[in-house]
C-alpha cells in the first residue's frame, strides 16, 4: 500500500512558477513509477508528466514540455513537479499517481496506476 500526498498548489499570475510536491509512504517507492495529471471541471483527466522509477527517464505532454519538470528523490520519498511560464489553462487540480510497472519506464495511461493522491489545486490568474 503506497499513500500519496500533494502539496504546493496555490495562486500564481500567468507567467509565475510553482513547485509542486508529492510525498510517498512505504519504503518501496523507489520501485514504482510516478506520474503527475491534471484535470479541469468539465474535462477528463488528462497526462502532465512521468518519471520511471529509476528516475532516468522522463516523458512530458506536449502542453507542458519545455516548461514543466518532473524529478524525484528516492531518499525522500518524493516526486516533484517544477511548473515554469505558467498560463491560465494550466489552471487544474494535479494528482501525483504512483505505478507498480516492473518495466524502468515512464508510464503515460492512468489505467497503468495503481496509487492515487487526492490533488493539489493551481490556479493561474491572467
Known amino acids: 500500500q503506497v499513500q500519496l500526498i500533494e502539496s504546493g498548489g496555490g495562486l500564481v499570475r500567468a507567467g509565475g512558477s510553482l513547485r509542486l510536491s508529492c510525498a510517498a509512504s512505504?519504503?518501496?517507492?523507489?520501485?514504482?513509477?510516478m506520474g503527475w495529471f491534471r484535470q479541469s471541471p468539465g474535462k477528463e483527466r488528462e497526462f502532465v508528466a512521468a518519471?520511471?522509477?529509476?528516475?532516468?527517464?522522463?516523458y512530458y505532454a506536449d502542453s507542458v514540455k519545455g516548461r514543466f519538470t518532473i524529478s524525484r528523490d528516492n531518499a525522500k520519498n518524493t516526486v516533484y513537479l517544477q511548473m515554469n511560464s505558467l498560463k491560465p489553462e494550466d489552471t487544474a487540480l494535479y494528482y501525483c499517481?504512483?505505478?507498480?510497472?516492473?518495466?524502468?519506464?515512464?508510464?503515460?495511461?492512468?489505467?497503468?496506476?495503481?496509487?492515487w493522491g487526492q490533488g493539489t489545486q493551481v490556479t493561474v490568474s491572467s
Open positions: 499517481a504512483a505505478s507498480g510497472t516492473t518495466w524502468n519506464i515512464p508510464v503515460l495511461v492512468p489505467k497503468e496506476y495503481d496509487y
Open positions: 512505504g519504503r518501496t517507492f523507489s520501485s514504482y513509477a
Open positions: 518519471i520511471s522509477w529509476g528516475g532516468g527517464s522522463t
